[in-house]
């Protein structure tokens, strides 16, 4: 038996190492076209950004390795140029002996990975314009930020040297490699904007969760440019370049990181004839056989299930194509394995801070038409309050309004994210339903939680909600109720709603005659955790009230 | 409906709070013996080292709020002295104005704690020796570590002061309060030297995981006496005390911290004539209910249902205790709510490190008599290696060995404890086997996780004994397998065990002539990730062969 594993990073390493393991006896080659094997992809952005000090340190895995401790005649710089899916064959061009070669196999496993997208914008080759997918990539970056860069011609009377190192970067796409590299280029004192097509940052959470993404961003001094495309790039004044926008806008830039996502790579799918889905990836089955059944495909390049949502999704994550790896190695050795799917638990950091989700977002149930959903906003402690570095934790939870289900969380902050994530990505994947978190146990010392945990605190809200003892409302869904704000006349003073009628929890139970009978009443506080104690109150007087699920603190990054 | 809650700190607090809402006209009445309702117990010993400063930042809820917020007749400093089950009446005893009234009920509901463990040996009542459970016990430490001790009389030369602080603190008791009192102590520059009476310190782990802890804090400079219980106290010479142990052992200490433990405070119990369990707490079935069906009890004082073992057990821990307050209210307002029972889940901070545990210990299975289990070892990186600040986080994970259900987990380290532990803890909830954890979906970054995840990795591991393809072994039954270190030479040389052939892995499959064909092979290298490898080429070649679990990195703490 013969094995060919195309692509040597993520997932197809996996695989060949794993392979191995199974059979010693297994021919196996893997190619890869780049210069290196099992790199850490991931950490690009943490290199040009200085945190990771030595490219060496990225490379995880070497050629010789492969060949030494696995027995797997790894080749780099090889890239395939053809694919004969009937001979069962694939010809192999070396890059740099320029020799090409045909090697038959009995499997071909094909681990292309993605390709940033890089659109035929007028100036898109011009020097300063950069992707971030690969070991060359990030090094290229940091030469260029290390370069000199000649300021002369320059119109400014600002005083600014003729000859300087790049003090402006403009970053194009708002996901994570966009917001990693936004970070980075701060970290390395350059001033940083952002611009990104959507009307939001971090495509993957809802658009009012990402409204904090985008504070955060400004509270770290980057200018953050939503809803404008990028239209094309010219030389600029100063020496740099400039980014020309849809809207008409320009913004002087040093450094370009174009980072508006990516997409498969096709072309060994093609040579191969294989089915591709509806979403321009690979189409797979669970045991990761494409419609060749000798021909199984991993990683990026795949279209793989969600399995929240039953349908088909492009999920560009380590995590994923490692596990896909180990699968595909397993099937070849003739085992039962099978991909479960996908839940899209993903992380990022920025600063101080973590974003994080797990499971659907509510666009995703919209874009479906699902809806038998609910969902809560809360803002926690992430641990003990009176314990120093507490900080406020920002969670969505998005859940079956007819059972309970879980369906999907996003969590944020600069404490304790981690551990909320990882909590509710495991519950999705059991099927827990919002009752079991009501009930999970977990770990509880004042430095890392609070007596009912977040993810505790979650369950209960939103248990409150399905049980129907909280009735519970957002802001962008009030109508005509009658809105009660049951905060501190302090707290009023410094911001206050339109229209609000103020009645301090202490005193709502005697001056439950001010308030309508016959209106639907919308409570608020800061956080809801007052106005759920009133709330209570109203229901059990025959009011018909309501929580606003998240209050003043969902109120100020409400989606637009 | 009259309910009188007795105990306002964790679970009684939450009960009163739960009930009020889900009742506005129950008539409440909460009675606390001590000065303070709902106080932060949790956070007592990071006030005495001086992480929380301010003692008012302990206090969490006050009387004034119970009575406002909630409506609940809030009765500080007030004990009962009597209760009659019969009549359905308690006898209080007001302890400022010493008066004395008797209240009826119609459910009563006990949360009385449980009290440190303070046994009756000499000295104990001499002024220096302290427990740690109530805002004044924690007061009166910092007042006696802020004093002037006079050390006049010293016979000392070493030119210390006549009058100066406390120096040495003894700690006895290594469980959870006793290891933060340590670290707390060594905050405030305090010598330390923790005493415990078993062979280990944090009891719930296993011996051989507490090894791991004992080097710890020998590392931040505590004395660590074990197997030695305290024998009693004197005075000292230097002004200060003197411990005694069992042993005959004399320690100096300026201040001295009893935390052998608490038990369940049954003067209530017994009062009402309630029914105890074995363990010494109040038995109580899934709905908090007494033997008494109008008396309900809660929190450290009860025993509860370990869900893992199906045993009773004491959980003296906040997390069920709020949990079981909010049952407890559901109930009295006519829910069908049900107490699922515990699985021991909990972490404990120690200096960078902490140290966490859910579900059972393999030393419960012993106790038990239950052979059904598998247990692994690992020591994967908290976060992917290249990235600044991994640090290596020790794993043991217990499963069934008949069906793979995970039935505990213990984890410590520098980095990345809390998002282990919460998950190992939620997959333990809801019935997960080590093959779901090896398909979890966990957040991963750089900066948090690696690709494989060290929960998907003790999966993988875990998976790998069940199905066969890694027979495991373990250091202490080795019986006389052969010895085979897959290490380089150049690791051989810096530690090496007695007895063990090194054939370094990439020369395995050139030597296996080497190697016994007759006799078990036990392959280790320093992780058991190489003789991983190793175990899978001589199995294939037709090999017995077992892979040491955790390898080297098991060896230096194994139980002795």
Tied chains: 1, 2.
Excluded at 132 to 157: C, K, M, N, Q, Y
Excluded at 227 to 242: C, H, I, P, R, W
Excluded at 400 to 412: F, T, Y
């Amino acid at each position: 038996m013969k094995v060919i594993i195309v692509g040597g990073v993520a997932g197809g390493a996996s695989c060949a190492a794993r392979l191995r393991r199974l059979d010693e006896r297994i021919e196996i080659l893997m190619v890869e076209r780049g210069p290196y094997v099992s790199y850490a992809n991931c950490g690009l952005p943490y290199h040009v950004g200085g945190t990771i000090a030595e490219e060496a340190n990225l490379l995880v895995a070497t050629e010789q390795m492969f060949r030494v401790l696995f027995k797997v005649d790894c080749r780099i710089n090889c890239e395939v140029i053809g694919i004969n899916s009937k001979a069962k064959t694939v010809e192999l061009k070396n890059h740099v002996s320029g020799e090409v070669t045909t090697e038959s196999y009995d499997k071909l496993v094909l681990s292309p990975g993605s390709a940033p997208i890089r659109p035929p914008l007028p100036g898109i080759d011009l020097p300063g314009i950069f992707s971030v997918r690969t070991v060359p990539d990030a090094r290229h970056i940091r030469e260029w930020l290390d370069r000199d860069i000649d300021r002369t011609g320059s119109t400014s009377f600002t005083g600014v040297d003729t000859i300087s190192k790049p003090k402006n970067a403009v970053v194009i796409g708002g996901g994570f490699i966009g917001l990693e590299m936004v970070e980075n280029l701060k970290e390395r004192g350059l001033d940083v904007t952002l611009v990104e097509k959507l009307n939001q940052v971090m495509p993957p959470l809802d658009t009012e969760m990402a409204r904090l993404v985008e504070r955060y961003l400004r509270k770290h001094g980057v200018k953050v440019e939503l809803s404008d495309g990028v239209a094309g790039f010219q030389k600029g004044k100063m020496g740099g370049l400039e980014v020309l926008t849809d809207s008409g806008k320009v913004y002087p830039a040093d450094v370009v990181i174009m980072a508006i996502g990516v997409k498969p790579e096709l072309s060994l799918a093609k040579m191969a004839g294989i089915e591709i889905g509806q979403l321009g990836g690979m189409r797979i089955d669970d045991q990761m056989k494409t419609s060749d059944p000798d021909i199984f495909a991993l990683g990026d390049a795949c279209e793989v299930k969600n399995f929240v949502t039953g349908q088909w999704a492009l999920i560009p994550l380590a995590g994923p194509a490692n596990r896909q790896g180990r699968i595909v190695a397993d099937v070849i050795a003739g085992r039962a394995s099978r991909f479960r799917g996908t839940q899209g638990t993903s992380i990022c950091k920025l600063f101080d801070a973590a974003i994080a989700q797990t499971g659907v977002s509510e666009k995703q149930l919209i874009a479906l038409g699902d809806k038998d959903y609910e969902k809560i906003y809360l803002y926690p402690n992430s641990h003990a309050g009176y314990y120093p570095g507490a900080k406020t934790l920002p969670v969505k939870l998005i859940f079956r309004k007819s059972n309970g289900l879980v369906l999907g969380a996003q969590v944020m902050g600069e404490d304790g994210v981690p551990k909320r994530i990882d909590s509710f990505a495991m519950a999705i994947q059991m099927g827990c339903t919002i009752y079991d978190l009501e009930e999970s146990e977990l770990c509880y010392a004042p430095p890392y939680g609070t007596g009912k945990d977040p993810v505790n605190f979650a369950g209960m809200i939103a248990a409150d909600v399905l049980r129907g003892d909280m009735p519970l409302v957002h802001w962008d869904s009030l109508g005509d109720s009658f809105l009660l704000d049951v905060r501190s006349p302090q707290e009023v003073e410094v911001e206050s709603v339109p229209g609000a009628v103020n009645i301090p929890l202490p005193q709502l139970r005697s001056r439950l005659a001010e308030l309508p009978r016959d209106r639907e009443i919308a409570l608020f506080c800061r956080s809801a955790q007052r106005s759920y104690y009133a709330t209570r109150i109203l229901l059990q007087n025959g009011f018909k009230a309501k929580n606003i699920s998240g209050s003043m603190l969902s109120r100020s990054h409400r989606a637009d």
